[in-house]
């Protein structure tokens, strides 16, 4: 469906100029990103041409496509308004911004909090459809930067204006109905208990299942009302941490069932409270986070500088298991921009971390899912990618040396790791024993990046496609790959 301006879309065609694309390049591009997210679309050149010469504007998520496919060209995000788009339908920008003052930086996370639910209600996959592949790696740059710079905020204190008073009702009612309340400990330690609770769902069932998908609702309906209350510095900075952990999980979630666009703004939020909580290990475990993203998007060389960000400013701060993760993260990104010799640096220094690190540390409890096995797990992909399959081997047996039901996850991951590693060893049967097995555990949980995973072991398996064992490791993976992210 398309609505007609009454002038050519002049903004449009320029910007398609200087990115080099032709109108036949721009339709294959949209109806390619909106296949990703399910949508069938059938633009043509004919259709780019009215969207330039006489102002058609498609309607639903077609905008955001376009805006994509050509801020991927542009390497680049490219806002809708610079297309001369910015009228259509328009999904707000909303979670992209890092405010310097802890007010707007409140008024940005409740936003982002109330759009989600919004989105969800509208269905058809709502407001993260009409964003699908508006990722862009450099959106982090200012958020980081900001973070590197000033990584704790001088004073959170918060006197909320009465609901419906002169200086602004609206925010008062912004989470809620109710009069801003004054926030105490009791109200910050319900949100790490809720923080907690999902931790172990998301470990055991993966992002999608539906108990996790509850981490956005409380973040609108407990989180929101209590930032836009009235707190005393010390009850503020805990709350800013108890949300941003909450914040980081719902971006974690969203990055596990493959809603990139969803995940990168919850991070950027999560960093910018964690600045709030003065919680500087913390918003190194944001950056941790937005670099696995950036390495698992193939931008390695940004996932390197995202872990490097979270080890500069942690350094004599975080605890060595702390410090440890992030050498770990840090070894992924070397990894996958194929730098051996960095990657074998940063892994060691990640084993040395934790071996001095000691069950007395005071290690935070968002990190309680790190141990000796997931170090393995990690150094296993990172040899992976290096292409070395008897280190990958290694380090997967070791991972896979207690069966676990806490990280069911985790344990998927790490069996298509080591069908990897078996195929590339030349050891077909225990490469296909491996897959079954992962296949298996992808069946349970709900993770669009487990069937990634496996996805990716089907597609190195082609070539022994004529094999029994192959087509049957196939058919059982069918239901999984054809099931909706």
């Known amino acids: 469906m398309t609505r007609e301006l009454r002038e050519p879309n002049e903004k449009l065609g320029t910007v398609l100029a200087v990115a080099g694309i032709s109108n036949a390049g721009l339709a294959r591009r949209v109806n390619d990103l909106g296949a990703q997210r399910g949508l069938t679309l059938r633009y043509d050149k004919t259709s780019v041409a009215r969207w330039v010469s006489k102002g058609m ?9 376009i805006a994509a496919a050509i801020g991927a060209k542009l390497g680049r995000p490219v806002p809708l308004h610079e297309i001369g788009l910015a009228d259509a339908d328009p999904a707000p920008e909303v979670g992209l911004a890092f405010p310097r003052d802890v007010g707007a930086a409140v ?3 409740t936003d982002l909090y ?13 407001i993260w459809q009409s964003l699908a592949g508006s990722f862009a790696v450099t959106a982090y740059a200012t958020p980081a930067s900001r973070w590197l710079i000033t990584p704790a ?5 918060r006197e909320a204006p009465e609901a419906g008073g002169p200086a602004g009702g609206a925010e008062a009612k912004a989470g809620s109905d109710a009069s801003p309340q004054r926030v105490g400990h009791s109200d910050v330690a319900k949100l790490r208990e809720a923080a907690e609770d999902a931790r172990r769902w998301d470990s055991k069932y993966g992002g999608g299942d539906w108990r996790s998908s509850m981490v956005p609702e409380c973040l609108r309906v407990d989180a929101a009302p209590l930032l836009l209350g009235s707190y005393s510095d010390d009850v503020g900075r ?18 596990d069932t493959g809603q990139q666009e969803a995940a990168q703004r919850y991070y950027i939020q999560a960093l910018r409270l964690a600045r709030a909580a003065a919680d500087v290990p913390l918003g190194g475990y944001v950056l941790a986070s937005m670099s696995l993203q950036a390495t698992y998007r193939d931008f390695a060389d940004e996932g390197v500088d995202l872990a490097q960000a979270a080890l500069e400013r942690n350094r004599g701060l975080a605890t060595a298991r702390t410090m440890s993760f992030f050498r770990l993260v840090e070894a992924r990104a070397h990894a996958k921009a194929g730098d051996s010799q960095a990657a074998g640096t940063s892994l060691k220094a990640a084993e040395g971390w934790l071996e001095r690190s000691r069950d007395g540390d005071a290690d935070p409890t968002w990190l309680g899912f790190y141990s000796y096995d997931r170090f393995a797990a990690d150094a296993a ?14 380090f997967t047996e070791h991972a896979l040396s ?12 790490r069996l298509v790791v080591s069908a990897v590693a078996e195929l590339e060893s030349g050891n ?3 490469a296909c024993a491996a897959g079954t097995r992962a296949v298996e555990v992808a069946g349970r949980i709900s993770s669009a990046r487990t069937t990634e995973y496996v996805r990716d072991l089907l597609h190195r398996l082609e070539p022994y496609g004529d094999e029994p064992r192959v087509a049957e490791l196939r058919e059982r993976a069918r239901p999984l790959l054809v099931a909706p992210a």
Not at 381 to 394: F, N, T
């Open 107 to 109: 008024r940005s996370a």
């Open 428 to 430: 077909l049967d225990a």
């Open 238 to 255: 805990a709350l800013f941490g108890a949300t941003a952990e909450l914040t980081r999980l719902a971006g974690w979630m969203a990055f």
């Open 153 to 157: 905020d001088s004073s959170v204190a």
């Open 57 to 65: 504007v498609p309607q639903g998520a077609a905008p955001h496509l």
């Open 381 to 394: 992909e990172c040899y992976r990618d290096l292409k070395a399959p008897r280190q990958v081997r290694r």
């Open 114 to 126: 109330r759009l989600d639910l919004a989105g969800r209600r509208a269905g058809s996959g709502g």
């Open 402 to 413: 207690r069966p676990t039901e806490e990280f069911v996850r985790s344990h998927g991951l």
